[in-house]
């Protein structure tokens, strides 16, 4: 297993994306990331690795987050240009690129809480339908079939 600086530097700003996508607050996702990798340092012993790690750290953040939204902590949304997704060699390409996502994040805000989840683990995360299951406590067709609808709700309003 990697040591815990190695897997920060490895996962970190996946787990800060992570949270982000779900919240768009972009203070929040770097404060819940870091408490994310004080537990994980805290538990790291306790890891079993029949999952992969950033499965189990993604399910500690989401834990973190839930822990943090149950205190009624005030949610401040903060622009998805904020958040450097992606390098373009071209400014063309990047505008049409950030234009087609920003349209896309907007199309998931309007899914329910369940599917828009099963979608950015899928899309963002690029999990398999088990880990996310894992990780949203449920089966691994549930998963499944929650994005097959979110895709289809997607489609209607010809978004993908």
Known sequence: MENIEEIYKKYANLIKHYIFLITGNLELSEEIMQETFVIA????????????????????????????TKKNISMQTISIDELDIMDSKNIEEEYISNSSKLKLYESLQKLDANTREVMYLKLIGDLTFRDIGRILHKSENWARVTFFRGKQKLKKEDII
Do not use: H, P, T
């Open 41 to 68: 340092i805290d538990q790291i012993n306790k890891f079993r690795g029949d999952c992969e790690i950033s499965v189990w750290l993604r399910s500690i953040a989401k834990k973190v987050l839930y822990k943090k």
